[in-house]
């Protein structure tokens, strides 16, 4: 058997979202006693929960919901890179040491020694420079650590609109605390939700 890493966040009432966003809920409509055989929950939680895929109808309102989108991208070899304790933003010269001869089509980067357990307002972010370089050597899907692509208070989404207008996918709130660099094989597909801004990924790695 192949090495799995599982590169999800646990999901539960103390998941980390955005200031504002919904928080995950969850509550039971039937529990197993006299007269009811099964257990069932409803969950109320926003699609940017845990590890989750963005869908350009995120950061675009003509954009595609992520039950619309080409689920290539987010299935395939990946290399993972190490941008660890590099500051507020990911620049072409922290990941320059892993760009060379054979990228693969997706990127994944780790900013973080260990994930923190709530939520980081000085997280970091991909600079709209390095989205471009990647874009420019073929990459059509880039991932990270932390909970944006983009600083938490940017009002502008600088990176987000370079992958608006590259057409790439990303995927955020990953944890590759145990990845060390390297390619793997990526697996990481969302929800077929037609109208929805962005979904929950189970994602994890799967080595060559």
Not at 20 to 44: H, K, M, Y
Not at 75 to 89: E, F, N, S
Not at 129 to 152: F, K
Request: glycine share 8%; net charge negative.
């Amino acid at each position: 058997m192949k090495r799995l890493w599982d590169i999800s966040p646990p999901v539960d009432a103390g998941s980390p979202v955005f200031p504002g966003d919904a928080p995950f809920e969850q509550a039971w409509g039937a529990v197993i006693g006299p007269g009811c055989p099964v257990n069932v929950s409803r969950l109320t939680l926003s699609p940017h929960t845990g590890a989750h895929a963005d869908a350009p109808l995120h950061y675009d309102s003509a954009g595609l919901p992520i039950g619309a989108v080409d689920l290539s991208p987010y299935l395939g070899i990946c290399r993972v890179i190490h941008a660890i304790d590099c500051g507020p933003l990911i620049e072409p010269r922290h990941v320059a040491h892993a760009m060379g001869i054979g990228l693969p089509p997706r990127v994944l980067v780790r900013t973080y020694t260990r994930a923190p357990a709530g939520w980081d307002p000085a997280l970091a972010a991909y600079s709209p420079e390095l989205v471009e370089r990647l874009a420019d050597a073929g990459v059509r899907l880039i991932g990270i650590d932390t909970a944006s692509i983009d600083p938490a208070n940017s009002k502008t989404l600088d990176s987000h609109q370079v992958i608006r207008r590259r057409d790439l996918r990303v995927l955020e709130n990953l944890v590759l605390d145990e990845v060390a660099e390297g390619d793997y094989e990526l697996i990481a597909l969302p929800l077929k939700l037609l109208t929805a801004d962005a979904s929950p990924v189970r994602a994890i790695l799967r080595e060559l």
